[in-house]
Each structure stands twice: as structure tokens, then as C-alpha cells.
T-cell receptor
Framework: QQQVKQSPQSLIVQKGGISIINCAYE??????FPWYQQFPGKGPALLIA?????SEKKEGRFTISFNKSAKQFSLHIMDSQPGDSATYFC??????????????FGPGTSLSVIP | NAGVTQTPKFRILKIGQSMTLQCTQD?????MYWYRQDPGMGLKLIYY???????DKGEVPNGYNVSRSTTEDFPLRLELAAPSQTSVYFC?????????????FGPGTRLTVT
């Protein structure tokens, strides 16, 4: 129930195309859904996050779409650029309650944007 | 503001040796975490701390120990290293409360146990 599923495992997109990464969760107690971006040799860094009462959030070329009833959310990268090549992790977090404020990470998607 | 710093960057250990991975943050965050990252497996939580003097186990704590004597430092101790502990280790910190989902990661320590 604490798992976050993510697909695809790897993705190759042409420059200028749209990259789409999908995630799913089971536990309805999750109340924040962040995405992290990790470049080779670096630690992950927060990219964008969404609350479950919002269906879409856009920041520049990055958009999160959220479907609460299906317990699914996705990251869309518009006009993908070679500099977007990285590993992307979706995550789900649970603030407060009886356990600590935890973040559960998906297994990651390796994105390669080719010229 | 250095953020989260980790030392060393790389280390090779022999089976049975011990070592401490250092982690320091200068953002005055209450929460700190240790993760390991194996290829295709995402980030697995080893230990976490919600404040000085308070630590608890995560998903994969066996073979590791932690302490948190100050807000800034959160060292991870490996006792009796095994090949299964070959991994990249990340330390992270976050503010408590509503901002806890925003974790700040260090650059990682690549550990090989042979």
C-alpha cells in the first residue's frame, strides 16, 4: 500500500517532442505528490509538486496531471530538450498523522532526449 | 549556503571493514534522511531523524546505524561491510510540517564493498 509504481523504466524522445512519465499509488492517505529530477552523478532535486485537490499544475515546460479517482498522476515535459536528459522520480508523501512525514519514491524513469 | 554536504565522495571497503559516511546540512532543517540507490531500484530509506536525539528505522536498516547529536549532522555507520552494501548513498534534509515533501539531497557517496 506504500508503493508508488512508475512507468516506463526508460524513455527516448526526440528533441522538441513530449516526454510522458506515469505513476500510480494505492494509499489514499498520500497528500502531496512531488517529482524529482536527477542528473548523472548528482543527488535528486525537487522539480515540481502537486496536491491531490488540483488536477493540473504547470511550471514552464513541465506539467503534472493528477487523476484522484484513478490514483494516477503523470509528468509531461513539453518541447523536450537534450538538457532534460535525466532520471525522473515520482513520489508520494504523507504529512503528519501517526507516522513521520515520509516520502515514498517510485523506481525512476531514465529519460534520454536525442537531437 | 552549502546545503547538504556528504563525505567521502567515493570509497572502496573490504568485506568486514567498517566506516562512517558523514552528512551535514546548514539549512536548520529538523528532518534528515539516509537513502541508498541501486540501479533501477529507486531510493530506499535506510534511517531517518526528525530532530536531534531522535532517529528511527526506514525500509532497509539492517547493517547500518545512525546518530543525531546536533541538528546539522547525521552520520551513517556501516558495520561489518558486505558486498550487498555496494550502492550510492544519499543524505537528505527537509523542513518539518507542510514542507517536508521537499527534500534537499547531498551529492552522494559511491561505496564499493569487495
Amino acid at each position: 500500500q506504500q508503493q508508488v509504481k512508475q512507468s516506463p523504466q526508460s524513455l527516448i524522445v526526440q528533441k522538441g517532442g513530449i516526454s510522458i512519465i506515469n505513476c500510480a499509488y494505492e494509499n489514499t492517505a498520500f497528500d502531496y505528490f512531488p517529482w524529482y529530477q536527477q542528473f548523472p552523478g548528482k543527488g535528486p532535486a525537487l522539480l515540481i509538486a502537486i496536491r491531490p485537490d488540483v488536477s493540473e499544475k504547470k511550471e514552464g515546460r513541465f506539467t503534472i496531471s493528477f487523476n484522484k479517482s484513478a490514483k494516477q498522476f503523470s509528468l509531461h515535459i513539453m518541447d523536450s530538450q537534450p538538457g532534460d536528459s535525466a532520471t525522473y522520480f515520482c513520489a508520494a508523501s504523507m504529512m503528519g498523522g501517526t507516522s513521520y512525514d515520509k516520502v515514498i519514491f517510485g523506481p525512476g524513469t531514465s529519460l534520454s532526449v536525442i537531437p | 549556503n552549502a546545503g547538504v554536504t556528504q563525505t567521502p565522495k567515493f570509497r572502496i571497503l573490504k568485506i568486514g571493514q567498517s566506516m562512517t559516511l558523514q552528512c551535514t546540512q546548514d539549512m536548520n532543517h529538523n528532518y534528515m534522511y539516509w537513502y541508498r540507490q541501486d540501479p533501477g531500484m529507486g531510493l530506499k530509506l535506510i534511517y531517518y531523524s526528525v530532530g536531534a536525539g531522535i532517529t528511527d528505522k526506514g525500509e532497509v536498516p539492517n547493517g547500518y546505524n545512525v546518530s543525531r547529536s546536533t541538528t546539522e549532522d547525521f552520520p551513517l555507520r556501516l558495520e561489518l561491510a558486505a558486498p550487498s552494501q555496494t550502492s550510492v548513498y544519499f543524505c537528505a534534509s527537509s523542513p518539518s510540517g507542510q514542507g517536508a515533501y521537499e527534500q534537499y539531497f547531498g551529492p552522494g557517496t559511491r561505496l564499493t564493498v569487495t
